[in-house]
């Protein structure tokens, strides 16, 4: 029987709006530069299009598409309306079909450097759009911002010091919305109740960082914050964080908020109902003592929740104790260190300041990303990922310093003589062998 012959078959698509499909491309290339949420939405409305087999004649006919709303197909109208106005106006009538339009266009870069000047409006008018049809969330401007730089703008107030004499403020004691909202309704009852025992002068506000700390306020609304800040773990709430990797993620937030003194409040660890943690006590236990060694917080165990509150008030006391004939000085975050204190004055920042400092931001950048990285590393505490991180910032800093080094010995000793925490030891051989190892062999065994 004779081979059949065969022949392969190239299929191509026939690009039935390539005039729509080319504005949707511009649009989008001009989002993602942006980083505006309507890249997506476009995206969607391109990739519906191009299944699309038939030729649509106008932005408004768009709207039968997945991905189109009605913002979308007036930009696409309005994007039309200027073609045919400006350049095929002496050519064809504006009956003419869509399709003919598009095909006089294709390969054409007459007007590449016009729509680039027009494309940055488009993107701002369909993100504008799309918020208006509630595909994403309202977001800022970008052609505000830019109108605004042609603006007259008032200039911003540099930081100006200012100081809080004693018997001029209150020490003010700010317990996390956290600890006021959830799903325990009678736990939370109980904590403001206990709090309302002591009659403590406190505040509930949304903090960065933390479940409480203290400020001091003076008559005139500033407000300082003391170097003590509190995180307060059930033991269930403990286990679970250092299951999802919240334990390590808030011990580094806590160590970069500028406070001194971190208070890690562990609550009811040794009681009943320890079996329905999902770890082992013991876990628990060699976790708070790590926080007390490597990280330099101060552990205190608690009972229960009218304990846990009881010690709050206690520290409450000694503060105001501590700072009764004290004298507190503004200064910035940055300016901390440089500053020393004494037994009759102390420099603080403001509570502003603080806050927004701590906020988690939505993007961590390379190097917290590496920080987190090596914190998953046995016996690698904060203070010592971030003094390798000083030193290199990125995994790509430290595998180029790989590169230099003359012989493996020296790789896996360079981290070795790296300084951390406040005893200022060394990394150690044996942490910087690890990480050498993990870097660079290509071969796990």
């Known amino acids: 029987m004779a081979e059949s012959n065969r022949t392969r078959i190239t299929l191509i698509r026939n690009c039935a709006n390539p005039l729509f499909e080319k504005w949707l491309t511009e649009f989008i290339c001009e989002a993602e530069k942006k980083d505006a949420k309507s890249q997506y ?20 006919d768009c709207i039968i598409l997945e ?12 994007k039309l309306e200027i073609y045919i106005k400006n350049r095929l106006s002496s050519e064809v009538s504006g009956n003419q079909n869509i399709v003919e339009l598009s095909e006089s266009f294709r ?3 007459v007007y590449q450097k016009e729509q680039e000047r027009e494309n940055e409006a488009i993107v701002e008018e369909v993100t504008k759009a799309l918020v208006k049809d509630g595909k994403i969330p309202a977001q800022k401007s970008t052609l505000t911002k830019k109108a605004s730089k042609g603006k007259k703008q008032t200039a911003i107030k540099p930081f100006e010091s200012y100081t809080m004499e004693p018997g001029t403020y209150e020490i003010k004691l ?15 009852d109980r904590t403001i109740q206990e709090i309302n025992r002591y009659n403590l002068n406190y505040e509930v506000r949304r903090l960065s960082v933390g479940d ?46 500028s406070l001194k003194n971190v208070i890690y409040l562990i609550e009811s660890i040794g009681n009943s109902n320890d079996q329905h943690l999902g770890l082992p006590v013991q876990n628990l ?19 229960n929740n009218p304990h846990s509150m009881m010690y709050l008030h206690t520290v409450t006391s000694f503060l105001n104790k501590f700072y009764e004939n004290k004298v507190l000085v503004a200064c910035l975050k940055q300016d901390l260190d440089k500053k020393e204190n004494s037994e009759t004055m102390e420099y603080l920042m403001e509570f502003n300041e603080f806050n927004k ?13 590496f920080i987190k990285q090596l914190l998953q590393l046995k016996g690698l505490s904060v203070d010592k990922a971030m003094a390798i991180t000083d030193v290199y910032p990125t995994l790509k800093a430290l595998y180029s310093a790989y590169k230099f080094c003359t012989d493996k010995k020296e790789a896996e000793n360079l981290l070795s003589n790296i300084i951390y925490g406040p005893l200022k030891k060394s990394i150690g ?12 062999n290509k071969n796990p065994s």
């Open 41 to 60: 939405q476009l995206k969607k409305a391109l990739a519906s299009l191009q299944k699309f087999p038939l030729p649509l004649n106008t932005g408004r």
């Open 67 to 78: 991905g189109f709303g009605k913002g979308i197909c007036t930009l696409l109208d309005q």
């Open 107 to 109: 390969g054409s870069a």
């Open 174 to 188: 700010l317990v996390d919305t956290q600890e006021t909202a959830g799903k325990t309704k009678t736990h939370l």
């Open 212 to 257: 409480f700390l203290w400020i001091a306020k003076d008559q005139e609304g500033h407000e300082l914050v003391l170097p003590y800040i509190v995180e307060r773990k059930r033991k269930d709430d403990l286990a679970s964080s250092i299951k999802d990797g919240r334990y390590y993620e808030q011990k580094y937030r806590l160590k970069n908020c």
């Open 285 to 303: 236990i060699q976790a708070a003592i790590n926080t007390r060694i490597q990280s330099n917080f101060q552990v205190k165990f608690t009972e």
């Open 357 to 369: 400092a701590s906020t988690k931001k939505g993007d961590p950048t390379i190097q917290e990303i």
């Open 429 to 440: 051989p044996a942490i910087s062998k690890t990480i050498y190892q993990l870097y660079t």
